[in-house]
């Protein structure tokens, strides 16, 4: 049983350019989730999809950022002109939409650092 | 709006239990979450509780809920130095997907 993968798992970038990561969730998960946090802080929400549906998106999720699931299964999310701000973790979650709790699963993360 | 706090720090011997605190806001939260994170890594799920439930008990996690309070707390028995990590507890709130909010954490160091 494989859980959620993401790579790279470490990108170091110059201000300016563009970057990609991506997400494979569980396999039978239809929801998928992006957050970011910060050194000291807590994840916080950017953007969710219900299979390749982009339900929701944070205003944290300024309009450099563009996140996609093409075919209800992986997930991209590009940062166009990286600033330093965007020096982060970036972390993709998985669930099961239920009734229920809809426990999310969470990959080990993409640490971007821009210089 | 949403917030979720925590202490920082806590700090406890080998063998002793833990109890990790935390207060919310949104009283329309239907499930409460507790994460794990170890260094450099993502967020393990431990556990949770529904609203209308005021505790749950899994193994050596304890969970009590006193909505009336927005009040939230993870005991952890035995604490074993394996349990050294950053604990955050998240709320959900229905509609919008259930997106998690989380508070900053708290750092658990277990001493021997």
């Known amino acids: 049983d494989t859980g959620v993968s993401q790579n790279p798992r470490h990108k170091i970038t110059k201000r300016g350019q563009n970057v990609t990561f991506r997400c494979d969730p569980i396999s039978e998960h239809n929801r998928l989730y992006w957050y970011r946090q910060t050194l000291g802080q807590g994840p916080e929400f950017l953007t969710y999809?219900?299979?390749?549906?982009?339900?929701?998106k944070s205003r944290l999720l300024s309009d450099r950022f563009s996140a996609e699931r093409p075919k209800g299964s992986f997930s991209t999310l590009e940062i166009q002109r990286t600033e330093q701000g965007d020096s982060a973790m970036y972390l993709c979650?998985?669930?099961?939409?239920?009734?229920?709790?809809?426990?999310?699963?969470f990959g080990p993360g993409t640490r971007l650092t821009v210089l | 709006g949403e917030d979720v706090e925590q202490s920082l720090f806590l700090s406890v011997r080998e063998g002793d239990s833990s109890v990790i605190n935390c207060t919310y806001t949104d009283s329309s939260s239907t499930y409460l979450y507790w994460y794990k994170q170890e260094p450099g890594a993502g967020l393990q799920l431990l556990t949770y509780?529904?609203?209308?439930?005021d505790m749950k008990q899994d193994q050596r996690l304890t969970v009590l809920l006193n909505k009336k309070d927005k009040h939230l707390s993870l005991r952890i028995a035995d604490t074993q130095t394996g349990d050294s990590a950053i604990y955050f507890c998240a709320e959900s709130i229905p509609g919008g997907g259930n997106k998690l909010t989380f508070g900053t954490g708290t750092q658990l160091k277990v001493e021997l």
């Open positions: 999809f219900q299979n390749e549906a982009q339900l929701e």
């Open positions: 509780i529904f609203s209308n439930m």
């Open positions: 979650a998985s669930s099961l939409a239920s009734g229920g709790a809809n426990e999310q699963f």
